[in-house]
C-alpha cells in the first residue's frame, strides 16, 4: 500500500481558519496520569534502593541483564577507544562538529556569563559573580536512534561553562553500544558515563545511588517517562526544560527550490509521529509545488511511515495573505526550528519574536543547526519559545550578588531601607541599618 502524507491545507483567508489552526496546533504537554504513576513509582524505588533499583529497571525496560553497576558504567578509556576505532571521516566530522559548537559556546561565555563589578562613587562595590555548577547529568536518548549529537550539545556548553563533573546516561537496548556516541562523549569531555535510560536514570541523578553521583542539574531531551521524571525531580534539582515533540516551521516567499523546503519539512517529521512541520507562504501556487514534492519524494524516505503519519497528523500548509502575516503567525506558534527561507531574510527577522533557534536563508538547512553550525540545538518546544531560551553555557552556570557597602554608603542606603522596612513592619531590619548610621554611634 502506497504511503501519501497530505498535511492540512489551510488559509488565513477562510473564515474557518482560527478554529482549524487551533486545532492543528494543539498538543497538550501533561503527561498521561498512567505515565506520572509509573515515573513516580520508578523514582520512589530509585530514591529507596539506589543501584539494586536502577539495575533492576535497566534489565526489565532494555532487556540489559547487568550483575553489577560496574557493568553499566562507561569508563574514560572505553569512550577514548571507541573514538580512536572510529571511521576517519566520522572522526573528523566529530571533532568539526565539536569545534564549532565549542567556539559558538566559548562566544557566549564572555557576552554574557563573566562576573563583574563596579563602585559607586560613594566606595560601595556591587557586582555579580558567576561560578559553574559542580556536577551535571545529562541526558541522551538511545531507544529509537542514536544522538552522538546530543551528546555535543549538552556536555561541550557545560565543560565551556566550567562544571566540574559532567555524568552521562544513555540507555543501550539490550547492550549495544553505539560506537559514535561514545566517541562523542570523549570528544566533549564527559567524565563519567552509565548504560541506563529512562525515569530510572532521571531518578538516579536527581538522588544519587551507591554508585552514581548526585547532580545538580539534568538536561537533554527523552520519552514521556523521562519528561514526566525531569518535572517530579525539579526542586531536587535544576532541570533545562521538558521538551515535547520536534517542530519545524517554514517561512517561504515562494523563490526556495520547492523539493528543499519538502525535505525540510521531512527532517523535522522523521523524529515521530507527533512532530510536526508547518509551512506558511503567501504564495498559493508554491504551496502546490510542495505538495508535488512531498508526494514524490516521500515513497524514497527509509522513516516514510512515521513522516506521513507525522505529515498526515500534525502537519499544515498554510497560504498566508503576505509575507508580514506570515511573521506574525509564526510569532503566535512561536516554533522550535524556523526557517525563514526567503530570497530577503534579514527583511523579515526584525519580525520575529518568538523561535528557539532562526535561520536565514535558502542554504541555512535546520539539519545544520542540528548538527555543526555551532549554537545549541537542545531548544524551547510547544510555544515555550515565548518566554525561553536554547540550552547554553548560561544553564551551567549560577549568579550570586556582591555587595560590599562602605561607611560613607551606609549613609545614604540606611535611611532609606529603614524607611522601607518599618513601612513592612520589619523593625529588625531597620534597626540593623540604623545601627550603622553615624547619628546612632554617637558620631
Known sequence: MKLTAFPARLSTASANFEAEFKARLHWSAEADAAIEKV???????VQQRGDAAVLAYTRRFDGLDAASMQQIELTQAEMKAAFEELPAVQREALQSAAARVRSFHEAQKKASGESWRYRDADGTLLGQKVTPLDRVGIYVPGGKAAYPSSVLMNAIPAHVAGVGEIIMVVPTPRGEKNPLVLAAAYVAGVTR???IGGAQAIGALAYGTQTIPAVDKITGPGNAYVAAAKRRVFGTVGIDMIAGPSEILVLADGTTPPDWVAMDLFSQAEHDELAQSVLLSPDAAYIDRVQQEIDRLLPDMPRAGIIAA?????????????MEEACEISNRIAPEHLEVSSS??????????HAGAIFLGAFTSETLGDYCAGPNHVLPTSGTARFSSPLGVYDFQKRSSLIEVSEQGAQTLGPIAVTLAEGEGLFAHARAAAMRLRNSRGS
Open 39 to 45: 515515573a513516580a513509582d520508578i523514582l520512589a524505588d
Open 344 to 353: 530577503e531574510p534579514h527583511r523579515w527577522e526584525p519580525l520575529l519574536r
Open 310 to 322: 507525522s505529515l498526515n497528523g500534525r502537519g499544515a500548509l498554510i497560504h498566508t495573505r503576505s
Open 193 to 195: 558515563g552509565f548504560t
